[in-house]
Nanobody
């Protein structure tokens, strides 16, 4: 079973920075794409950033130029560097990993972290 542990959330003033981490563990055969989503009260979960297995990133327009997604395949970890934070970035952030298991390496599944709160104040 794949487990995702998120860290790095917290409270920061507008203009500040935070770095989120998400480490995957378990009986993993291969980790493919990894990404970050966020969701606030009464809102749909939205994509923030995704990074492919080849290291190619994609960003939501709202965070482009401010956030950077990266990955460390040796650690099965995905990061989200968040700079120039705005109050509207306040949300719970969830990491997502697409991975296959050792016992069934041909079948991929999507796994989610527990979420970490990011709060940006004025």
């Amino acid at each position: 079973q794949v487990q995702l542990v998120e860290s790095g959330g917290g409270s920061v003033q507008a203009g500040g920075s935070l770095r989120l981490s998400c480490a995957a563990s378990g009986s993993i055969f291969r980790v493919n794409a990894m990404g970050w989503y966020r969701q606030g009260p009464g809102k749909q979960r939205e994509l923030v950033a995704i990074i492919t297995s080849g290291g190619s990133p994609n960003y939501a327009d709202s965070v482009k130029g401010r956030f950077t997604i990266s990955r460390d395949d040796a650690k099965n970890t995905v990061y989200l560097q968040m700079n120039s934070l705005k109050p509207e970035d306040t949300d719970v952030y969830y990491c997502q990993v697409r991975a296959s298991m050792r016992f069934d390496p041909w079948t991929q599944g999507d796994y989610w972290g527990q979420g970490t709160q990011v709060t940006v104040s004025l």
